[in-house]
């Protein structure tokens, strides 16, 4: 007997909007859909919304995974009667307006494209197999693991050569992801490796942040810059601008320019590829992989299919000629504006175009220290990092979540420590 799959979706009057992928723009935009106007589904391979700006948070030990995601169907179910369905979408027939799924296949009438990006390890296998890459839940608990797991073997290592490849931690990528994480990581060291590890000479962690560009966070002001630099190095980091990774083995880190680096842990933080669902081949702009839209989030040359945030690149806009940035703003502003898009749509008026709105930008190297970019102005230090703290935590979906992360934070920043140093799922890399 052959086993029919489906995606047991009821067939309705209203024309069917289905959206793949429930990021910041997915969620976004089914908040501001009415269920009056489409049937609305929305499919994602998982059954949550992950806030990825805290992962490094998660693999650090500093909050529970659960206090960043959110399940789906929790949040669907806010907004009327719309349907989830967990599945992965491999590929979409914007000719036949059908999806392909791993449940099975829906057709629709509109079907938006939010599936966001993935790491990017521009075509080299060899580091994507033994790096550990921070773009999703499992992969932060992964990568809190592999910290965990290889300061227990640096303890009972007596060769000091592979101690030291154990206790050495290189980050790859100074944006803010890399920078987030070594400050996380000089912090650990600092408040709680120190007292934990004590018979192990602490000293010998060395945390290195290695970026190809002569400055960390390229998409802030160069005030902004110096001063991460700064606090960084204070903190101990070992920094090395203009520096590229050219192969790593699992055990040492081979450099461009500067002297090879014996290592366990390597994290790769140095950028993102769009990650569009197969079929829209004729709209992927190279080598970003995002597709192409028109100001509308119309996928060029396919009316009925829209992309938003991290996958789309929106061709028309001369302020942003490479895209918009791949940041959750942007994602949150195109999902808004497609919303309103959808009811002139509907009523036949015109369509607006989308004109981005720079919120600024920040980062936070450790406790008390940030640096914010707003409008011109640029700070730094305590105020900045409560207002990274604020921005953060205002930004997490659900309020049950958004307490969480305050106690957590408010726990850490009293005790200078967290108790979610757990090896729960042990991290395992085939060397
Ligand atoms: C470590 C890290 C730190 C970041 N920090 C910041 C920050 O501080 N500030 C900021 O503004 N931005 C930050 N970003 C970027 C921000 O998270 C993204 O810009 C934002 O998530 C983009 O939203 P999106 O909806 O386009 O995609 P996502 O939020 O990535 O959502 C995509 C969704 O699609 C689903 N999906 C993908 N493919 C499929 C498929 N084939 N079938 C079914 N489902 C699918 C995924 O499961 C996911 O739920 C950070 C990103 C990372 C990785």
Redesign the pocket.
Known sequence: MTYQKSLNIPNSELPRLVV?????????LIKEVSDRDFQIVL????N?????????QVATGGLEPDSIAYP?RKYVKRFGKLFFRL????KIDPEQKILY?SEGDLSYDYAVV????R?NFFGNSQLEHFTVG???IPE?LNLRSLILQNLEKAIVTLDPTKRQALMNFVIVGGG??GV?LSGALAELKKFVFRQEYHDLKMSDMQVFLIEGAPKLLGGMSEKASQKTLAMLTGMGVKVMLNCRINDYDGVKVELENANPIPSNNVIW?AG?KA?P?PGLEAAVHQPSGRLLTNAFSQVKGFDTCFA?????LIEDDADYPRGH???????IQQ?ELLAQNFKNLLQEKPLKPFKYRDKG???TIGRKKAVVDISGLYFSGTFAWFVWLFV?LMSIVGFKNRLATLLQWFNNYLNFNSALRLIIRPYKRNI
Do not use: C, W
């Open positions: 793949i992928g429930g990021g910041f723009a997915g969620i976004r499919i994602d391979r998982n949550y919304h992950s806030f990825q700006p805290l992962l490094y789906l599945a992965d979408v491999e799924t939010a599936t966001g990006a790491t921070m773009k999703s932060a803010p992801t987030e933080a993102v990650a669902v938003l945030g991290d996958v789309a940035p791949q940041v959750a703003p942007a994602a999902a930008s920040m980062a953060h």
